[in-house]
Structure formats: structure tokens, C-alpha cells
């Protein structure tokens, strides 16, 4: 071989080298983690890949999600979460506070998404929502007002309401704060509030039996993991009591529950995706702000509203993004 010969030899390698490492970074797999606190998919997993496509994204092709469902388990949180960062994979989305803290027990480094959460500020997992400062970020559906504002949608259904049964889970700062809201529309209102807590399902049917010794005339439930959890019983009780229930997202009312008013469940978890997005192009989750919600959907189940022997006020039906006949 002569010199010239070797020479454009070598040269068509390295100029064919940049291009080979540029074909095989275009074809890049990131790899997704999503801890799940209940059970297998859902209509949330679905939209979070949704969001995902719309941007891009294409399972199989440019990226590979690694799903890992506790059912409802607490106890197997930590070991799920143990395997997610031991994978591993370029990013966490966690959609429940117990979720979040096992996978914080487990790393400070690696980027994690929350999927609407209460007031990640007053659980210590962000600096502040503006600026997060550590490895979390994501949304949170934290929305005080909008609780006191569902008392007010029952008052509509029920002008002499006096009395309502708030049930909700003590450990969570969500109920916490929502609580607090509540009371504070309750005594603008005149109306009496009595609550009780959601822990064990076994007990459920015991605190139903308090809720209508309480005489309570109405139900309000505090929407967290644990009440979601156990949302179907929580119906079916209020169902068997007649009692007027309204709660956060649509799925009590989609069960037999009467009102629900709160943010897009679905919307937050194509939200969500948005944050993956930028994490898997470099931004890094103390910079991005945690959002909150902007958009809220007003759900009425007329069929239930009928059974009870409800009459929902025009002005109300027509304010509704969805009515269930």
C-alpha cells in the first residue's frame, strides 16, 4: 500500500468515526423509572405516556419506562425503589408522598418527578416551589381555596345544609391543610363540621355508622392516597347512607359520588412527562419551578343526584364541565 493509498484510508475512518458515535448518541434510550403506589396501570399511567409520545418520545424506540407497582403495599416501596436506582434509570416519577420517600431514602442525586403532590414545601421534599434546590421537582395540586369552594358547591345542591362529615387522613399535610380551608368555609357558611379519619378500610363501616349518628347531612372527602385507595368502599357507604358526598377528582363521582371539583388528573400526568422531557435534555430539577394547577373540571352525577332526591339547580348544571346521567 502506498502512502497516498493509507492516507485517504485513514482518512475516510475518522471522518466516518464522528458520524458512527453521532448515529449511535441520536439513537440514545433513556430510561424512565415510575414508582407507583397502587395497583398495575391506570387511566394516569396511560396519559403520562401519552404526554410522553406527543413529545416524542416512542416506547421501545427512544426510551424504555421501567413501572414498578406496590399495589398499595407500603412495606414493598422501598425495595422497588432500591431496584429502580440500582437499574438504572436517568429519571423517577413517584405519584404518591410515600412513593417519594422511598425512593429519598434510596438517593439524593438522581432526578425525581412528583405526579401532583400536596405541599411538597411543608413535607421537606423541596427548598420552596419556585425554587425546588435538590434532585425533586414536578407538580403539586395543592389548591386550599378550591377545597372550601366544593363546601360551597354542596350548599348550592342543599341551602339548609348545617351539617357535614369531613373524612381524611390525618398523616397526610394535604388533609392538613385542606382541613383547614373547609373550616374556614364552613364558618363563613354557618355550617357544622365534624371529622373523621380514614386509616384501616376494616373501619370504614364503623365510621360511617359515627358519620350518621353525627347527623351529618353531607360527606366531603379529603382526596389523598390513602382515601383514593379506598375511594369504591367510601361510595358505596355514602351510597347506603344517602349521603350527598363531594370530593376532589372525578373518579368518586365516575363510583356514584355526587359533586367532584379539582384539577385534570389526566393533565397533571401529561404535565409530568413535560418535566421528564427536560430533565433527559439537561435541565436539572432544582431549576424547574414545582407548578400547581390552573385549570379545574366540575363533575355532577345527576343519576346519583336523582337517587338521592336531589334537585341540582340549573345555574350549577351549566357551570359543569361533565354531567353523568
Known amino acids: 500500500m502506498d502512502r497516498r493509498t493509507f492516507l485517504a484510508g485513514t482518512g475516510a475512518v475518522l471522518l466516518a468515526a464522528p458520524l458512527a458515535a453521532e448515529g449511535q448518541q441520536a439513537r440514545k434510550v433513556h430510561r424512565i423509572g415510575f414508582l407507583v403506589y397502587g395497583p398495575g396501570a391506570s387511566a394516569e399511567v396511560d396519559a403520562f405516556r401519552q404526554g410522553l409520545r406527543e413529545l416524542g418520545y416512542i416506547e421501545g424506540q427512544n426510551v424504555t419506562i421501567e413501572y414498578r407497582f406496590a399495589s398499595g403495599q ?58 425546588p ?77 359515627a358519620i350518621k349518628k353525627a347527623r351529618a347531612e353531607a360527606l366531603v372527602v379529603v382526596y389523598t392516597a390513602r382515601t383514593a385507595g379506598q375511594g369504591g368502599q367510601i361510595v358505596n357507604l355514602a351510597t347506603a347512607n344517602r349521603l350527598p358526598l363531594v370530593s376532589e377528582q372525578r373518579e368518586f363521582a365516575d363510583a356514584g359520588g355526587l359533586i367532584t371539583y379539582g384539577p385534570r388528573l389526566l393533565d397533571l400526568y401529561k404535565g409530568v412527562a413535560r418535566y421528564v422531557d427536560k430533565i433527559l435534555k439537561g435541565a436539572k430539577p432544582a431549576d424547574l419551578p414545582v407548578e400547581q394547577p390552573t385549570k379545574f373540571e366540575l363533575v355532577i352525577n345527576l343519576k346519583t343526584a336523582k337517587a338521592l332526591g336531589l334537585t341540582i339547580p340549573p345555574s350549577l348544571l351549566a357551570r359543569a364541565d361533565e354531567v353523568i346521567q
Not at 108 to 124: L, Q, W
Not at 150 to 158: F, I
Open 133 to 209: 434546590g435538590g434532585n425533586i421537582t414536578g407538580l403539586s395540586w395543592l389548591t386550599p381555596e378550591v377545597a372550601g369552594k366544593r363546601l360551597g358547591l354542596l350548599h348550592e345542591v342543599l341551602p339548609k345544609l348545617t351539617r357535614v362529615a369531613v373524612l381524611l387522613d390525618p398523616n397526610d399535610t394535604v388533609a392538613v391543610v385542606e382541613r383547614s380551608a373547609i373550616e374556614t368555609a364552613a364558618h363563613a357558611t354557618g355550617v357544622t363540621i365534624e371529622t373523621f379519619e380514614a386509616r384501616d378500610p376494616a373501619t370504614l363501616p364503623a365510621i360511617f355508622a
Open 74 to 131: 407500603v412495606g414493598l416501596l422501598p425495595e422497588l425503589a432500591a431496584e429502580l436506582v440500582r437499574f438504572p434509570v436517568d429519571v423517577i416519577v413517584v405519584d404518591t408522598t410515600p412513593a417519594l420517600q422511598a425512593v429519598r431514602q434510596v438517593t439524593r442525586t438522581m432526578p425525581i418527578v412528583m405526579a401532583g403532590f400536596g405541599d411538597p414545601v411543608a413535607e421537606g421534599f423541596v427548598a420552596s416551589l419556585a425554587r
